[in-house]
């Protein structure tokens, strides 16, 4: 998830589009750039890894007087953050000036063709691509040859192009990724997000998948990808421009809750191809490790290690190899016996966490393969790792993880399936079955926060005063449990347990009664059956029910009080989906109750001491 914001009209570009970057910081702070094209044709381009101050740093004595512009703040996901792979990106001929967010999946086929055919690619990145493509379809009509570049890519994307021969021009295109535009007078604006422009007009157009827009001064023409005319309604938008940064939600775990479906496509993205092939190109430099090793060790801590819960299951179902996962702050102090046929997979939101990265040095120090899972390029961890898997979510500004979490479990059974397949252990039969899933996994995260968001308020303020909650689940909803206590405790200070469901027998059943409600994640699986029992356990004890459900299940509201209802998806990826009225109830009650939402009490979003 980058930051994108374009201007064209009578005023200085430069200011309006430092201060739009400035309004989507918190969208990509790996680094930032921009290009500006004066009256004479000038380009003037710089870009600066690090912090937005970098750039503005490094412009303020020399920024040109022009009236058009672009400008972009990145997350890095191709190619390391630094001042070569910062957008914007040029083409050869130093005319085509391109920003972009998303993930070009045939990036790779594009770039091949392109050098074979003469062009000389500098960066690592799947957007120069995109500038030389245009490169090769210009005619003379900028939005022409954005088209037929279009016609080429797969994959997600918000783009903006600009030509120095084209001085009040600007062409964006969205496919899956948003991309908006402003309109006030004789000025035109384009943003990723109503955010960056906000303070200068609140007549935007939200722009659709496939759509074109033709952006000048005057107005913006819109088609698809083959020219045809495509009407789009103007709305006013009446949010301040500090709801704006929020998407106008109240806090930013509500819009990191909703981004989930945009934040799994591109961890999808490039990764599954339609013909229900699951490929990793990030380990394919570890195939003759992965043939060797004999077992496989996770270790994670807090939503990360429930996220490994769930890969270390899919690891041994589909490897045949044991596969755990630990704790990483107990796994440095009680390591099992390692060595070099024992493959370690450090799974970190931030990159930065001290607990998982200890114990990732202790295993390499042991001669260990390592495999990172993160959400940060350049971060601690990915200097500890043989190969890094991206969960390619953007950032995420709520110390309470939520999209994070869900493309961490999504990355965790891609990563499975990826080294099952290595191996050969992985059915044919079982890598469709799997791909299916994982292409449906977006539209089906869309309709759980559908079904749940709109009734989630009123659940939340039924059971606000209750004395406690226990979480239970089996087998693969046993993670979305644990991460649903922890959801709530962390944002509501409300205690939670999460436990599987075979244990409330044990003991933590001795809990339950009116005022201390069981919430169980019901979801279809293996051992349904097993948690309904378990659930009728907690009905005996007076304890009132919610349920976590599949779609069609006839029986559920037999036993529970309240449910939300997900789509039926891969038993590996439940918990992606289960995840999610969790999460909007955890923020409902913690919003109830008046916490601080985005930044609770005692809590950081990244832990980097043990």
């Given amino acids: 998830m980058c930051g994108i914001v374009g201007y064209t009209g009578p005023r200085e570009a430069g ?9 989507l910081e918190y969208r990509g702070y790996d680094s930032a750039g921009i290009a500006l094209v004066d009256e004479d044709g000038d380009l003037f381009v710089e870009k600066k890894a690090g912090k937005l101050s970098n750039l503005q740093t490094a412009i303020a004595d020399r920024t040109p007087h022009a009236a058009i512009g672009l400008a972009h703040t990145r997350w890095a996901t191709h190619g390391r953050p630094n001042d070569l792979n910062a957008h914007p990106h040029q083409d050869c001929t130093g005319n085509i000036t391109v920003i972009h967010n998303g993930i070009i999946e045939n990036f790779s086929e594009l770039r091949d063709g392109l050098e074979a055919r003469g062009h000389t690619l500098t960066s690592e990145t799947d957007t120069e691509a995109i500038a030389h493509l245009v490169e090769e379809s210009y005619q003379g009509d900028l939005a022409d040859a954005v088209r037929a570049t279009l016609r080429q890519l797969d994959g997600a994307y918000a783009i903006v192009v600009m030509h120095r021969n084209e001085i009040s021009r600007l062409v964006g295109a969205r496919q899956d990724v948003p991309l908006v535009v402003g309109r006030h007078g004789e000025e035109s604006f384009i943003a990723s997000d109503v955010a960056a422009i906000l303070a200068h007009t609140n007549r935007i157009i939200f722009l659709e998948e496939g759509d074109v827009a033709d952006v000048r001064p005057s107005g913006v023409v819109i088609t698809d990808v083959e020219g045809n005319p495509r009407e789009r309604a103007e709305t006013i938008i009446d949010w301040t421009p500090e709801a704006a940064e929020k998407g106008g939600f109240d806090h930013f775990m509500a819009k990191e809750i909703h981004e989930q479906p945009e934040a799994l496509r591109q961890c999808i993205a490039g990764r599954v191809s339609r013909a229900g092939q699951i490929h990793l190109d990030e380990i394919a430099g570890l195939s003759e490790a992965l043939a060797s090793i004999e077992r496989i060790e996770l270790v994670a801590c807090g939503s990360a290690y429930y996220a490994a819960l769930v890969g270390a299951a899919a690891l041994e179902e589909w490897t045949g190899l044991p596969a755990r996962a630990t704790v990483g702050s107990e796994f440095r102090y009680s390591p099992p016996p390692l060595n070099d046929r024992t493959l370690v997979i450090a799974v970190t939101q931030s990159g930065e966490t001290a607990d998982t990265i200890a114990p990732t ?24 790792a043989d190969a890094v898997v991206f969960l390619q979510a953007g950032p995420e500004i709520a110390v309470a993880a939520s999209k994070t979490f869900t493309t961490q479990v999504t990355t965790l059974v891609i990563l499975a399936a990826a080294i099952a397949k290595a191996r050969g252990s992985l059915a044919s039969e079982a890598e469709q079955a799997l791909a299916d899933a994982l292409h449906a996994l977006p539209a089906a995260a869309q309709r759980a926060l559908d079904a749940s968001a709109p009734g989630a308020p009123a659940i939340a303020r039924r059971y606000v005063n209750s004395r406690g909650f226990m979480f239970v689940g089996r087998g693969a909803t046993m993670p979305a449990a644990l991460e649903g206590a922890l959801k709530l405790k962390e944002v509501s200070y409300v205690h939670a347990e999460g436990y599987a469901a075979g244990e409330l027998k044990h003991g933590p059943i001795s809990l339950l009664d009116a005022e201390y409600p069981l919430v169980a994640v019901a979801t279809r699986s293996r051992v ?36 939300w209802w997900v789509p039926d998806t891969h038993e590996a990826l439940s918990p992606v989906l289960a995840i999610i009225p969790l999460q909007l109830f955890a923020y409902h009650v913690a919003v109830a109750r008046g916490t601080d939402v985005d930044q609770p009490r005692n809590l950081a979003k990244s832990v980097t001491v043990e």
Avoid at 534 to 559: H, K, L, S
């Fill in 15 to 23: 200011p309006i589009l430092i201060e739009g970057l400035r309004r």
């Fill in 361 to 384: 040095r202790h295993a390499k120090e042991q001669g260990c393969p390592i495999v990172a899972v993160t959400n940060t390029v350049g971060s601690a961890i990915t200097r500890e």
């Fill in 528 to 563: 349904y059956d097993k948690l309904i029992s378990n659930v009728m356990e907690g009905r005996a004890r007076d304890a009132r029910v919610i349920a976590v459900a599949t779609e069609g299940d006839e029986q559920i509201e037999r036993y529970a009080d309240d449910v």
